[in-house]
């Protein structure tokens, strides 16, 4: 990744931070570009100092297209976007307000396209590569009791990323995504986690029997991202310790 610039949104923490962490320490000039602009800062002097590379932390809030272009704009060349901003909104469909329906698709599947689509015009014609970070959720009802947005949204991540590979194949673009399994992060608390026999529950479909690390998902990324996969295109690569095997 030595040369190449690199955009990961939600970067501040979890996977985005992992992701961030392993293209730094592959060489690439990185911008983590997250809503929570003091912890994303933090994160980027984190990982500047461990890797040697240089990151840099934005403001950004995927769900407004303005901001998107200003940071498209401000960046002036990107080779790597990584849309991996996303939240779990967990409610039964009945409970479901039209605010939480909105908001989830707003943050997990329009501010993907907002980002790939200004990020694009920067990649058009010279190349580059986006990964989305979809889920098994796009796959399987993980909790079809709570979670029709956010499996909504991910199985949507993975109709963006195939439409996009297609079309912008002849820019130069390739498009993927990683589906990642339970992983070890906040958001797991946020969809129930809090309880260790939750957890259990969770390794116990899992037949790796175990939670993911972010790093392991980061390794993903960072193939799909590198020259190696440079046949690669409209691709879900899943890693998911065998969930959905
Ligand atoms: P996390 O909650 O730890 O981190 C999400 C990050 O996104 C935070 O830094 C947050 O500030 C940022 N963010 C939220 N809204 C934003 C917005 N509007 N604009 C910009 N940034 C915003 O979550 P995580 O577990 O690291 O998840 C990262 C991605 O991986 C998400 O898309 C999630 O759906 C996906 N995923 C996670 C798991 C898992 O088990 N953790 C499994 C499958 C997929």
Wanted: hydrophobic share 45%; with cysteine.
């Amino acid at each position: 990744m030595d040369g190449k610039v690199a955009v990961v949104t939600g970067g501040a923490q979890g996977i985005g931070a992992a992701i961030a962490t392993t293209l730094a320490e592959r060489g690439a000039t990185v911008v983590i570009a997250d809503i929570r602009h003091d912890a994303a800062a933090a994160k980027a002097e984190e990982i500047e100092q461990r890797s040697g590379s240089r990151v840099r932390a934005a403001r950004l809030d995927v769900t407004d297209p303005e901001a998107v272009r200003a940071l498209a704009g401000s960046c002036g060349r990107v080779d790597v976007v990584v849309n991996n901003a996303g939240i779990a909104t967990s409610a039964p469909t009945f409970e479901l307000t039209d605010e939480a329906w909105r908001r989830t698709l707003d943050i997990n599947l329009s501010g993907p396209f907002h980002v790939s689509r200004e990020f694009g015009r920067l990649m058009r014609g010279r190349g580059g590569a986006i990964v989305n970070i979809s889920s098994i959720a796009a796959f399987k009802a993980t909790r079809p009791e709570v979670h029709v947005g956010y499996d909504v949204t991910k199985a949507g991540i993975i109709g963006l990323t195939r439409t996009l590979a297609a079309e912008w194949a002849r820019e130069g673009i390739r498009v993927n995504a990683v589906a990642p399994g339970y992983t070890n992060t906040g958001i797991l608390r946020e969809v129930g986690a809090e309880s260790p026999e939750t957890v259990e529950a969770w390794k116990a479909q899992v037949p790796q029997h175990r939670l993911i690390e972010p790093a392991e998902i980061a390794e993903a990324v960072a193939f799909l991202a590198s020259p190696a996969a440079s046949a690669v295109t409209g691709h879900v690569l899943l890693a998911d310790a065998g969930y959905t095997a």
